[in-house]
């Protein structure tokens, strides 16, 4: 299977996803920190490198966190499945998809978490069917102004 026909089917993935939930954005990253892929439902079109890059990397940090953190209160509850995190204006679900990549997204506050929950966790069983693995990436420039983005 080509590289090109493999981002097809995650972009697939990944539209279909927002399709049938709240969720505005999704990234798919390997647990090493590097992109395999995103959308941008808003724009519709792929997220611009940079926050692919930004969001890998958080997300690899978060994983490995999470693991030292069993591994430090000697508690043994596997590797991480899907971490939510709530803010005032949204929610970023993290979620395993297969053994080597993850998929980020972001909902609004009061988005149906059952259904977003399920519905990832679809898109998640498909990601790890699929042979994926980092694209290549260009280096972020030296005046790349690190802001996280907020939501509209």
């Not at 697939?12 to 990234?27: C, D, F, G, P, R």
């Not at 009061?110 to 977003?116: E, F, H, Q, R, V």
């Not at 990832?120 to 069983?125: F, G, Q, S």
């Amino acid at each position: 299977m080509g590289t090109k026909n493999i981002e097809e089917k995650l972009k697939k993935v990944l539209i279909e996803l927002m399709e049938k939930t709240s969720i505005y954005n999704a990234v798919v990253v390997d647990k090493n920190g590097l992109p395999i892929t995103s959308w941008d439902g808003k724009k519709n079109q792929p997220m611009e490198s940079e926050i692919e890059i930004l969001a890998a990397g958080i997300s690899s940090s978060i994983l490995n966190l999470s693991k030292n953190i069993n591994h430090m209160m000697r508690i043994n509850h596997g590797d991480l499945q899907q971490m939510i995190i709530e803010n005032k204006k949204g929610k970023t679900i993290i979620c395993e998809a297969g053994e080597n990549s993850l998929i980020i997204s972001n909902v609004p506050a009061d988005a149906s978490l059952g259904i977003t929950l399920l519905a990832l966790k679809k898109a998640a069983k498909d990601v790890s069917k699929l042979p994926v693995g980092p694209k290549e990436v260009k280096k972020i420039p030296a005046d790349f102004d690190f802001e996280i983005p907020t939501i509209d």
